[in-house]
C-alpha cells in the first residue's frame, strides 16, 4: 500500500524552526524526486521545495531561499524540509509529493501526494 504522510508541522513563534517529515512507504523512494509545496488559507499551492526535471536539483522559491532546506534519509524512506526563520507569512499546510517542480509525476507516471501537516507561524 503506497503511504506518503507527512508530520512534524504545529505551531511556532516568527524567528523559530521546525523540520517537516515526509515518510514513504509502499514504493522505492530512491526513484522518485520529492517536492513540498504548501497551500495558505484562500490561497494557491505553491512549491517551496521542488525538483527540477531538467537536472533533479532541488529549486526554491525567494520567498524561502535561505530559510528552507530539502533532504532526504533514504535508509528511512523519508524526506525532510528544515524550515527557519519562520515568518508569519509561512503559515500553511505543507504537502510533499513524487511529483518534479512542474507537478509531472517524478517516475513512472505516478504522482503521490501526502495528506498535509499544518504549520502556523504567530505569536
Known amino acids: 500500500q503506497v503511504q506518503v504522510v507527512e508530520s512534524g508541522g504545529g505551531l511556532v513563534q516568527p524567528g523559530g524552526s521546525l523540520r517537516l517529515s515526509c515518510k514513504t512507504s509502499g514504493f522505492s523512494l530512491q526513484y522518485y524526486a520529492i517536492s513540498w509545496f504548501r497551500q495558505a488559507p484562500g490561497k494557491t499551492r505553491e512549491a517551496v521545495s521542488c525538483?527540477?526535471?531538467?537536472?533533479?536539483?532541488?529549486d526554491y522559491p525567494d520567498s524561502v531561499k535561505g530559510r528552507f532546506t530539502i533532504s532526504r534519509d533514504q535508509a528511512k524512506d523519508t524526506v525532510y524540509l528544515q524550515m527557519s526563520s519562520l515568518k508569519p507569512d509561512d503559515t500553511a499546510v505543507y504537502y510533499c509529493?513524487?511529483?518534479?517542480?512542474?507537478?509531472?509525476?517524478?517516475?513512472?507516471?505516478?504522482?503521490?501526494w501526502g495528506k498535509g501537516t499544518l504549520v502556523t507561524v504567530s505569536s
Open positions: 525538483v527540477r526535471p531538467s537536472d533533479g536539483q532541488p
Open positions: 509529493a513524487t511529483v518534479y517542480c512542474d507537478y509531472r509525476p517524478s517516475y513512472n507516471g505516478m504522482a503521490y
